[in-house]
């Protein structure tokens, strides 16, 4: 076993061997661009730019016209989100999202706050789930757009798509999901769940990275979106720009690795995460799991540890990649506003770390990382005046006065 082992891929994927094999030739011998129409160069990069189509359209239930490459996530969101808004302005100007989103959603409806736009942020219970009553109040005659994550990229936490996509489609308002963590991970269909507008990444299912997609819907409704780069009309004017077909190629090849092999990928990394919950929860004392366990991706795993710091804890954990629950602002040390919506008490929050296991993780890490954090937090623990103070029974708020 190869030490450190990587259990943060949340964060980002190796790319499948498969994946490079297919991505290849792209750089060297079939370096064609795939608007160039009047040579075979062009037509071959072509065909395979439709060919990687078809296999993300497969795996989300689409057809291949609705899907639309991008540079990734954050791209695919601020294109749904901006490009509805502005298509949509003479109509409402009302947008209903999480506090839960990513950045790249939480970001976007800032900005389009600025512009003069609406934003509802629908709270979550203790599990990171939205109260579906409390969002069908939300809508308002001016709402133009619904929109909610999949999954979680911190806790993992799985909404409702179905029933979401249900509750928008009855008032006549477009749903977008930001479903770059779930992806590839469980089955996702955008025909059944009502989805209007999914954004997804490669580099979160064994592709390469800088390279996306967004499913934007041609019947039952149409969607029309504005499109947000201009400069050639690429992918039917939505974003102009010659295309990375190298990448695109990565991308279809890793969603079509996803579609034939998930289920049986699931049930073995949700094995692996449930035997790492079992370690931990046997070896250490003050441990809280954060986020539905229920309605949760596979391969996720939120952990606060009481009474040690998550900075010290990764500092510490040399031989284990893992990140912070936190992910802690530079200048002000704020805990995640993922864990704060939770409800969890600041020092809970910072002290939060998330385990992403992945197709390559093996039981033998799991073991390895399991007794790793254990003996590190119990060490960090032993180091804490105040966590000593706690075994000693003394009350921290009297002792503090």
Request: net charge neutral.
């Amino acid at each position: 076993m190869k030490t450190p082992v990587y259990l943060d891929h949340h964060a980002t994927t190796p790319v499948d061997p498969r994946v490079l094999e297919a991505m290849l030739p792209f750089f060297t011998e079939k370096f064609g661009n795939a608007s160039s129409r009047h040579h075979a160069f062009g037509w071959e990069a072509e065909h395979a730019v439709e060919t990687a189509r078809r296999q993300v359209a497969e795996l989300i239930g689409a057809s291949p016209q609705e899907i639309v490459f991008t540079s990734g996530a954050t791209e695919s969101n601020n294109l749904a989100l901006k490009g509805a808004a502005a298509r949509f302005a003479g109509r409402g100007g009302h947008i209903v999202t999480a506090v839960t989103e990513h950045k790249a959603v939480l970001d976007a409806c800032h900005w389009l706050q600025q512009s003069g736009f609406e934003v509802t942020y629908l709270p979550v219970d203790r599990d990171g789930l939205i109260d579906l009553e409390l969002l069908r109040r939300s809508i308002r005659p001016d709402t133009i757009l619904v929109s909610i994550m999949h999954a979680n990229n911190e806790i993992g936490v799985l909404q409702p798509l179905a029933e979401i996509g249900r509750i928008a489609r009855e008032r006549g308002v477009l749903f977008h999901t930001d479903a770059a963590q779930s992806v590839g991970k469980v089955p996702i269909h955008v025909e059944q769940a009502h989805i209007d507008l999914l954004s997804l990444s490669a580099h979160k299912i064994y592709g390469p990275k800088g390279v996306g997609a967004l499913y934007v819907r041609r019947k039952n409704p149409r969607v029309e979106i504005a499109p947000q780069i201009h400069g050639g009309g690429h992918e039917r004017g939505l974003r102009s720009g010659t295309l990375n077909v190298p990448g695109i190629v990565g991308l279809g090849k890793a969603c079509e690795l996803c579609r034939l092999e998930m289920s049986e990928e699931a049930e073995r990394v949700g094995r692996l995460r449930d035997r790492l919950k079992q370690l931990l929860e046997q070896g250490l004392e003050d441990l809280h799991i954060n986020g539905s366990m229920k309605s949760r991706l596979p391969n996720n795993l939120n952990v606060s540890f009481a009474h040690v710091l998550a900075d010290s804890l990764l500092m510490a954990l040399r031989d284990v990649a893992v990140s912070s629950g936190s992910a802690c602002s530079s200048a002000t040390q704020a805990p995640s506003h993922v864990l704060q919506a939770l409800g969890l008490e600041p020092d809970l929050a910072r002290s939060s770390i998330r385990f992403g296991l992945g197709r390559f993780t093996t039981e033998e890490e799991i073991e390895f990382a399991a007794a790793r954090v254990i003996e590190t937090v119990k060490r960090l623990r032993e180091l804490s005046p105040l966590y000593q103070a706690l075994k000693e029974g003394r009350d921290l708020k009297t002792s503090a006065h």
